[in-house]
């Protein structure tokens, strides 16, 4: 399959893949935050974070997509979200992700493959430990909920900058 946005959305709708998808006004995936266990995930930074291992997770953020001509949009923060509440709604847990920090820098979207870590703190995730130039290690304790999931629409003209 040569469209990404269709194949993650058939993987996710198939149980093959964890993630919240962003929707546009017409049904089609711009965005994304992939989670799940930490032995299905790659790790970036692998030498860096196995040197001194955090805390064991039991979730990963891995990657958060958002289309080129979507960015700047809220659908990262969207897509954050929404992982956030499905992780919630599965029994919660520590989870981590790596980011790197964009403050005092010109970093270029395409080399961000998990957002930024503002906005992962912004989420309330805490930096553990930095692991690169920019990159840290970041995590937050996510509470369990009891609300079922359902599909919602997100108003992006809404949503902020992100």
């Known amino acids: 399959m040569s469209d990404p946005r269709t194949l993650k959305h ?5 149980g093959r893949a964890h993630a919240a998808l962003v929707f546009d006004e017409d049904g089609r995936a711009q965005g994304w935050c992939q989670y799940g266990s930490p032995d299905e995930l790659n790790l970036k930074h692998a030498r ?5 291992p955090p805390p064991s997770a ?5 990657c958060i997509f958002v289309d080129k001509s979507h960015r700047g949009q809220g659908v990262a923060r969207a897509a954050l979200r929404g992982a956030l509440g ?13 980011s ?3 403050v005092g820098r010109q970093a270029q979207g395409r080399f961000l493959f998990s957002a930024t870590v503002e906005l992962f703190e912004h989420h309330g995730f805490t930096r553990r430990r930095q692991v690169g ?10 509470d369990p909920t009891p609300i079922p999931l359902r599909r919602h629409t997100i108003d992006l003209s809404q949503e902020g900058t992100t």
């Not at 499905?86 to 790596?98: C, M, P, R, S």
């Open 48 to 52: 860096a974070y196995w040197a001194d």
């Open 86 to 98: 499905q992780i919630a709604a599965a029994g919660g847990g520590l989870t981590e992700a790596i």
């Open 10 to 14: 058939e993987l996710v709708h198939a």
């Open 100 to 102: 790197e920090t964009t």
């Open 58 to 62: 039991h979730l990963r953020i891995a």
């Open 133 to 142: 130039k920019h990159a840290w290690i970041v995590s937050r304790l996510v």
